[in-house]
């Protein structure tokens, strides 16, 4: 490293662990500026003194909080005087617009204890009802819900019914059991009635207008708004230019390195006769512009680096970077070009390294010792910076991928700490030659599966998963945990799991010889798999099957049974993969309603007509593997010789076939040499069977489990009856029953 990019490396440390001056006023001066927790910054203003606030408008009123849910009396909460609303705060966006969150009743129809309130109407005022950060939403069983405004439907949505949804957003947005509209754009929303015109069912139904953004993120349940009163919304508020122009006059001439705010009528909002008009502090300055006074330099190096690991230097209106390039030094500066302070103008130059300015401080410093202490001194700085950099990014990660959840888990002791390991991410990435390409297994849906090997020398398959949806985290880690105390010879083991990483990493055991598809499907052409093998696949699939539905405390699904989904280890043994759309069921539960998940061609008809799954479906779906096994056919394939694009379902076909009698023109010829008629008659029996239409008819995983073991025993007694005795060894640990199984959870566990 260039001595003189460590001097300056060292020089720009110090001045960044300086002290700044004191933070913008946002409030006139001897006027109180908050009330409770709630910034208050003018135009805003508390009372009584006049000049506190804008005009009466913006008059906020700070009184006791006498709301039966605080128990502390001493607090104060904030109202809107002009409109009597509770203000929740005042936030700034990018764009230098500002809004206020209120709160908003909610408008219950036939709910018990509640009376029906509408929303304030706020015509008049300068505040309507934001729409872009609202949205409009209706919860209950087949209803239609309003919105409307001088007689006319601004929102409106409907919604269908299901007993057993989950609250989650996603399904407000499918309009299961909740439903959704957004604002109209060509108007402008500051008062508005809420109707649910009919309800034949008259039971409890509410609506409400709704800030978006926390309806999505704040509640883990849209049926919890049940037992609140009011939820947030966010108004948008306007200064017309008629009205305020005179008090706000519009300073076009802009340049730079002033630091005065400026008021600008002509900027995107005309709405009727009103021309809104907002003040802003120039580019890469803060403040509370409608105060008038000079702005302030945002200081961008502050908090996360904006220079990456390079080092970062305020300057007014921007800040620069300081990056080390082959041993010169390049200074960019950005410099914020719009009212998006995420805009940047950057220009770039290079310091003269040799020369006078490298002499002059070389000679300054005098003696070869000093410089060599300083350098060590500087070297040493930089890397415990770099080091700290790294730490925190990892943390981060960590945390919001669900590992301070698992972590809890672990030293609560419900986890078997010998099944699942913390991996760090230098480990993983060392395993995996830094997730080379050469090193890929498989792309999934789900993400890329690497090949990789372990420190001791296992080899092990580390799948990094696609994106994790912030909100199912804890249901991921859930599920991860579920899988780690699965322990079946016949399902692929999970080791364990890294979280330092930008998305979760997973490790499972590595199992050498590809998917059972590939095989069945005569990829692998030089090893056809034998009668024999193929029963012993089909058993071992069952058995697994058998155990998760029934052998632990609650029973799992599967939910995507395929032969692209069994892989077969070194000895042929088959092991399920996959379990990404697994979910796991408290016992009570029957069955499921989700939307419909699986692939076609093994997808149960009854789950794709009533969105139900249940164990029965995985049943048909094994019986779509059986008939693979016997007759070596895809599941779907096109039929040949139709002009349009037709498909045939293998399950279909092969039903119609043994209907018809006609089993034998489709089970592999291979088979009746290597098997007795009778076996493959009953096997072939057995599929039709786990294929029938009506899932009550449909045998469970269990009965399939003994039947083919006991077509196996009539093959070869001795071998089989061995291998069973040994088949099933999972933990019976009660703690399982304790997770949060109802929750259904997913996880990424395919390969
Ligand atoms: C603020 O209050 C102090 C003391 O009460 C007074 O001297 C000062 O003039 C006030 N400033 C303004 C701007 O009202
Ligand atoms: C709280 O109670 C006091 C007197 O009991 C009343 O004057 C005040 O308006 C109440 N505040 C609210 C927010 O209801
Ligand atoms: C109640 O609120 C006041 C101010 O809002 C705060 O100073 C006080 O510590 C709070 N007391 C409790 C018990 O939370
Ligand atoms: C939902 O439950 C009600 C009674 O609890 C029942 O009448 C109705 O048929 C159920 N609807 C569905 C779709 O299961
Ligand atoms: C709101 O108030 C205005 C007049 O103040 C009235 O014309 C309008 O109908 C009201 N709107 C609603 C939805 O109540
Ligand atoms: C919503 O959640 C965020 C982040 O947890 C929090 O900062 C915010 O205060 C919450 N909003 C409300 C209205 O509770
Ligand atoms: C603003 O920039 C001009 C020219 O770039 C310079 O002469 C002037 O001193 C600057 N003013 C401030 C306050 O930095
Ligand atoms: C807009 O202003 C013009 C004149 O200033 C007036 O004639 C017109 O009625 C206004 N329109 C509305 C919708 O207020
Ligand atoms: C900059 O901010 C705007 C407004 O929030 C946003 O739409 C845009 O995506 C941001 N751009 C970047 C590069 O973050
Ligand atoms: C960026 O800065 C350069 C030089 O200061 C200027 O010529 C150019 O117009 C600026 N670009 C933008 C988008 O502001």
């Known amino acids: 490293m260039n001595i003189i990019s460590i001097i300056r490396l060292l020089w720009r440390i110090i001045i960044l662990s300086r002290c700044y001056g004191a933070a913008a006023p946002i409030a006139k001066p001897n006027c109180t500026t908050h009330c409770g927790d709630v910034a208050i910054p003018f135009p805003f203003g508390i009372g009584p003194n006049k ?151 008259g039971d409890c139904k509410y609506a409400f207008l709704v800030e978006t953004d926390w309806f999505a993120n704040n509640l883990t349940n849209f049926r919890d708004v049940k037992d609140m009163d009011s939820v947030p919304v966010v108004l948008d508020w306007i200064l017309n230019v008629h009205d305020y122009g005179e008090r706000f006059r519009e300073k076009p001439d802009l340049t730079r390195n002033q630091s005065t705010p400026f008021c600008t009528s002509n900027y995107d909002f005309t709405w009727y006769n009103r021309t809104r008009m907002i003040c802003i502090c120039p580019p890469g300055m803060e403040g509370n512009p409608y105060l008038l006074q000079p702005c302030q330099d945002i200081e961008e190096c502050k908090g996360s680096n904006q220079c990456g690991d390079d080092v970062c230097e305020n300057v007014a209106g921007g800040y620069s970077c300081y990056s080390n390039i082959n041993g010169r030094i390049r200074i960019c500066t950005h410099f914020a070009s719009s009212l998006h302070h995420n805009n940047t103008n950057t220009t770039c130059h ?57 972590e809890q888990q672990l030293l609560s002791g419900e986890v078997n700490l010998d099944k699942i390991k913390l991996f ?239 089993l034998f023109d489709l089970v592999d010829a291979r088979f009746l040499e290597e098997g007795s008629e009778t076996e493959i008659q009953v096997v072939a029996n057995l599929a039709r069977r786990c294929l029938n239409l009506n899932r009550r008819n449909r045998p469970t995983m269990r009965e399939v489990t003994s039947e083919l073991e006991a077509v196996q025993m009539s093959r070869k007694p001795s071998i089989s009856a061995q291998q069973n005795s040994e088949g099933v060894d999972f933990v019976e640990d009660d703690s399982v029953g304790n997770w949060d199984v109802e929750s259904l959870s997913e996880v990424s566990a395919s390969y």
């Open 424 to 662: 760090n991410s230098k480990e993983l990435e060392k395993a995996t030659n830094n997730f080379s390409i050469d090193r890929i297994l498989g792309q999934g849906g789900q993400g890329t599966v690497y090949k990789g090997m372990l420190a001791d020398g296992r080899i092990v398959a580390v799948k990094k998963s696609k994106m994790v949806d912030k909100s199912k985290l804890s249901k991921f880690i859930n599920e991860v945990v579920i899988l780690s105390q699965i322990n079946h010879r016949n399902v692929v083991q999970i080791m364990g799991c890294c979280l330092e990483t930008e998305v979760p990493l997973l490790v499972y055991e590595f199992i050498p010889n590809g998917t059972l598809s590939e095989y069945i499907q005569g990829q692998i052409e030089e090893f056809p798999l034998t009668w024999d093998m193929r029963l012993q696949i089909a058993t071992e699939v069952a058995g697994a099957l058998s155990y998760l539905h029934g052998a632990v405390s609650f029973p799992i699904y599967h939910r995507d049974i395929k032969s692209a989904n069994i892989l077969l280890d070194e000895k042929y043994r088959a092991k399920i993969a996959d379990f990404g759309t697994s979910r796991s069921i408290s016992i009570d539960q029957t069955h499921l309603t989700t939307c419909v998940h699986g692939t076609f061609g093994y997808l149960d008809p009854e789950y794709f007509q009533s969105s139900q799954f249940t164990e029965k479906s995985d049943v048909y779906s094994f019986g779509v593997v059986l008939v693979e096994l016997l007759t070596g056919q895809n599941p779907i394939s096109a039929v040949t010789g139709s002009q349009e694009e037709e498909y045939r379902s293998l399950a279909t076909y092969f039903i119609t076939s043994m209907q018809e009698d006609r």
């Open 350 to 406: 290079f310091i003269p390294t040799r020369g006078q300015a490298s002499r002059t401080i070389i000679l300054g410093l005098g003696s070869g010792v000093g410089l060599l202490f300083l350098l060590i001194g500087a070297w040493w700085v930089h890397k415990i910076v770099k080091k700290r950099k790294t730490i925190a990014r990892k943390k981060m990660f960590f945390k919001r991928n669900g590992g301070l959840l698992l």
């Open 51 to 201: 000049d506190c606030y804008l005009d009466e408008w913006f008059q906020i009123d700070c009184r006791h909080d006498n709301s039966t849910t605080s128990i502390n009396y001493s607090r104060h909460a904030p109202f809107l005087k002009s409109v009597n609303l509770e203000l929740l705060s005042i936030f700034p966006f990018e764009d230098g617009t500002q809004s206020v969150q209120v709160k908003n009743p909610i408008t219950f129809f036939r709910c018990e204890g509640k009376e029906t309130r509408q929303p304030q109407n706020l015509t008049g005022s300068p505040f309507i009802y934001s729409r872009t950060h609202n949205i409009f939403i209706a919860v209950g069983c087949k209803l239609f819900a309003q919105m409307s405004s001088d007689h006319e439907t601004i929102a409106g949505c409907g919604s269908i019914c299901h007993n057993n949804t989950d609250g989650d957003y996603d399904n407000c947005y499918e309009g299961i059991g909740c439903c959704q509209d957004t604002l109209p754009r060509n108007k402008l929303t500051s008062a508005f009635s809420i109707e649910i015109p009919s309800n034949p069912m």
